[in-house]
């Protein structure tokens, strides 16, 4: 699993971001590749700005017991895996305003560092430990580059 907090690791990251292209075609999935970049934008976005609700403590309870476990675990995701709400998007994205806003994203979390996420409130699970954290934001961007062949 590569390192989010690991400057090598986010710039492996950042270059396959960059091999993308607005003609990019997903391997699987219905999502463009403008899309695809700015659904991965959401799991920053509910770490950094305040535009996504939070779950109610039930449903909080629901998602630890039954997604925690998939999200945060180490199995990669399966192909076409169902996601959230606050995940689909559903109108067309700028590809390049999306591009550039996930490899800021994606900086910005490799700045505030491994300390700042330890503890951390997730929206979805509670505080999680810097290496879920890790495993969050890693898992999802290599399963949605992957999708997109780079």
């Known amino acids: 699993m590569q390192n989010i907090f690991q400057k ?9 971001i960059n091999g993308l292209t607005t003609d990019s075609k997903g391997l699987w999935g219905k999502m463009s ?16 700005d305040n535009i996504h609700p939070k779950p109610n403590g039930f449903m909080k309870f629901i998602l630890k ?13 399966s192909r076409n895996i169902g996601t959230a709400p606050q995940f689909i998007i ?4 700028n590809f390049e305003i999306e591009k550039s806003r996930l ?14 996420f330890e503890g951390k409130e997730s929206h979805s699970f509670g505080p999680l430990t810097s290496d879920e954290w890790n495993i ?3 898992k999802h961007l290599d399963h949605h580059l992957s999708q997109f062949g780079v």
């Open 65 to 77: 017991l039954l997604a925690k476990k998939t999200v945060i675990g180490d199995k990669p995701y």
């Open 8 to 16: 090598e690791d986010c710039d492996q990251f950042i270059n396959r």
């Open 90 to 93: 559903k109108n067309d994205r």
């Open 136 to 138: 969050m934001f890693a």
């Open 33 to 48: 590749v403008a899309q695809m970049l700015a659904h991965c934008n959401v799991t920053y976005e509910m770490v950094y």
């Open 103 to 116: 490899i800021a994203y994606i900086n910005r979390t490799l700045e505030a560092g491994k300390s700042s």
